[in-house]
């Protein structure tokens, strides 16, 4: 079952790009195997070794997962961009230290983390919550064992069975809610485990299931594994419910006995049971391969002869680690139990701590910052006039190292709103005595502007006022699930409140959303500034910038600030004309504008212009950048009837 889950997962990986269900089958052999092994244990001695228990552990897990986060660690600096070693190397301590399913989950909450491109250590995500488990489990026997050896499977079955019940429903609920967090949160997971475990209890106490009725149980659990990554939204629905269908597979593969015809004739043939010796190297190697080599092509998915190379290296790998690393440790090592547990404790935490160390050294730039001044730095400017040119041997600015930090104030200054709440927080900026007040509202591509708004709010003396929150559109029908969308709604009537007590002269915000052809004005926009106009506030809405598949920081760091590489075609981004022209009885309190002649070329979009940074991420700009647009924008709100009074 490991080796199929193995390969499941490397394939999927390689040239799915989606979750196979395979991890949640090796959750559920561990919760089988450790509770046989614990049970065994305390049946036939009354007690449990703690020593001996995470002895075995270490000797079993600790020298792979040292040696590959060694070896990503020594080639991160090589093979990767160097705007990404910060997080990388923050990932490898995580990972040293079995809790890399809580750092990304912190990615998860924090929306402008959650599209950064995966580190060669994301996997270790499942191993991080598998060391948890173990925790868990040694302390769930001691508790039933407090009691005695008698009846200790009855008091196991109760307490396994409560666990799996719980952590089942915390799973659906927290995956309604928010999907990014569930999926690497522990508490979401521990009922795979629990479910093993209850087959380890059922076992013990009875056989298998034989027969005819044994046959169909294993090859329908098998089937059930293969099909989940195809046949169920594991995108967006996964853990939740959606995992109790390779879960139950699992189960059912477990149950079912070995009669003539079952699936355990092919699952124990020599060929797999060969390669469910190294399943654990095939899953702990093939990510990092798959990581340097998407960081080296700069594509998304690996094709046909490159994903047959990184599973065959990760299985030659495997095999090696394993022959040469794993197996002289696990066998030959010549310490006592308490002594193997603080060696491998040693080992990793020496990993975490010089990770962390590499991580902060990296978080200086190494080279001296460029002089910001608009003769060297005009930014926009190139775009907007032609006598303006950019020196192409200068150093863009921010330095790349920097660029990822360089946003909009509203972030330093707390004030744009989090995901997990409906508060409406508010920070004037500018002239707060002036006679104009200007909102700027919605989500983070609204914030992204409030350099370029601030500078013109500044010149002009207008009353700046900043409202608004991540992954959140003002809008009558925003876009979202669970939780965040229910913040988001109630944030929204919170925003419509206030406007409604205290009136702008002005409401900044977008106007579309999406890239290519799939850009539209978002649904309940319309409907929004009629509101709106219904109030007399006048509405400026601007088209939205592009969205980059990827952060082309990664680009500009492999191969050049001016590389062709790094540019792109402007009709990846845009609509062929612009949605709002589309709209078919536009509000007449409504302006639209849009910038994007002064962020890309005619025919192509580039991430450094006028030798600074356009993008912080993917598709967020420069703080830099976008105070480079304000003339721009200046001009824009002047044509619309905004010039230095302020009046329109």
């Not at 001996?52 to 079993?60: H, T, V």
């Not at 002239?431 to 700027?440: C, H, K, P």
Request: aromatic share 8%; hydrophobic share 50%; charged share 15%.
């Amino acid at each position: 079952m490991r080796a199929v889950a193995a390969i499941l997962v490397a394939v999927f990986h390689i040239w799915v790009g989606r979750v196979s269900g395979a991890v949640d089958v090796f959750f559920v052999v561990a919760g089988f195997l450790i509770t046989t092994s614990l049970l065994r244990q305390v049946e036939g001695t009354g007690r449990v070794r703690v020593g001996q228990y995470f002895s075995r552990l270490a000797r079993r897990l600790l020298p792979l997962a040292s040696v590959v986060l060694v070896v990503v660690a020594v080639l991160a600096p090589l093979l990767l961009p160097g705007t990404r070693l910060r997080a990388t190397f923050a990932e490898i301590a995580a990972s040293a230290v079995y809790l890399e399913n809580w750092a990304l989950a912190a990615k998860s909450v924090d929306y402008l983390a959650r599209d950064d491109a995966p580190s060669p250590v994301q996997h270790f995500w499942a191993m991080s919550v598998q060391g948890q488990f173990y925790l868990l489990w040694l302390l769930l026997v001691l508790v039933a064992l407090h009691w005695g050896v008698r009846h200790l499977r009855r008091r196991l079955a109760v307490l396994m069975g409560a666990l799996l019940v719980a952590s089942l429903t915390w799973s659906v609920l927290l995956t309604n809610a928010n999907q990014p967090l569930a999926y690497f949160h522990t508490g979401a997971r521990v009922w795979e485990f629990a479910a093993g475990g209850l087959v380890a209890l059922a076992l013990a106490a009875g056989p298998r299931i034989a027969g005819r009725a044994g046959v169909i149980t294993g090859w329908l659990g098998l089937a059930m594994i293969v099909s989940t990554g195809t046949l169920l939204p594991v995108s967006t629905a996964f853990p939740g419910w959606v995992a109790a269908w390779p879960v139950a597979g699992a189960v059912l593969v477990l149950l079912s006995g070995a009669s003539t015809g079952g699936v355990q004739r092919l699952l124990g043939s020599r060929p797999l049971a060969w390669l469910g010796r190294y399943s654990y190297g095939l899953y702990l190697w093939h990510w990092p391969l798959l990581a340097f080599l998407l960081a080296h092509t700069g594509q998304s998915t690996a094709g046909i002869g490159a994903g047959l190379a990184i599973i065959t290296a990760a299985l030659v790998l495997s095999v090696l680690s394993t022959t040469l690393v794993e197996t002289p440790i696990r066998t030959r090592l010549p310490l006592g139990p308490w002594r193997t547990v603080a060696a491998g404790a040693v080992v990793m935490l020496v990993l975490a701590a010089t990770a962390t160390g590499l991580g902060r050294a990296g978080n200086t730039s190494a080279t001296a910052e460029p002089n910001h001044n608009i003769a060297d730095h005009p930014g926009a400017a190139v775009l907007n006039d032609p006598d303006i040119r950019a020196d192409a041997d200068v150093a863009p600015y921010p330095a790349l190292e920097d660029a990822t930090k360089d946003k909009a104030a509203v972030y330093a200054d707390e004030c744009h709103q989090g995901q997990g709440t409906a508060e409406v927080r508010t920070c004037s900026y500018g002239n707060t005595e002036g006679d104009f007040t200007v909102y700027l509202v919605g989500g983070s591509h609204s914030a992204h502007w409030f350099p370029a708004l601030e500078t013109v709010a500044t010149d002009n003396r207008w009353h700046l006022v900043s409202i608004t929150k991540s992954a959140c559109l003002f809008s009558t029908d925003p876009p979202g699930s669970g939780d965040e969308l229910e913040y988001c709604r109630a944030w929204n009537d919170n925003v419509v409140e206030l406007i409604e007590n205290n009136p702008p002269d002005l409401l900044v915000m977008t106007s579309t959303r999406g890239a290519g052809e799939a850009e539209q004005v978002p649904a309940g926009y319309p409907e929004r500034w009629a509101e709106m106009g219904a109030l007399g506030i006048p509405v400026f809405a601007i088209r939205d910038t592009p969205w980059w598949p990827s952060s082309p920081l990664d680009c500009i760091a492999q191969h050049g600030a001016h590389s062709d590489r790094c540019a792109a075609p402007r009709t990846d981004f845009f609509a062929t004309t612009d949605p709002t022209a589309g709209l078919a009885d536009p509000p007449a309190n409504v302006h639209f504008a849009d910038l994007n002649d002064y962020i890309c070329a005619p025919n192509l979009c580039e991430p450094v212009v006028g030798n600074v940074v356009v993008y912080y991420d993917n598709s967020h700009l420069t703080a830099t950048y976008s105070r480079s647009l304000a003339p721009m924008l200046a001009d824009a709100l002047a044509d619309a009837g905004y010039g230095l009074s302020g009046e329109a």
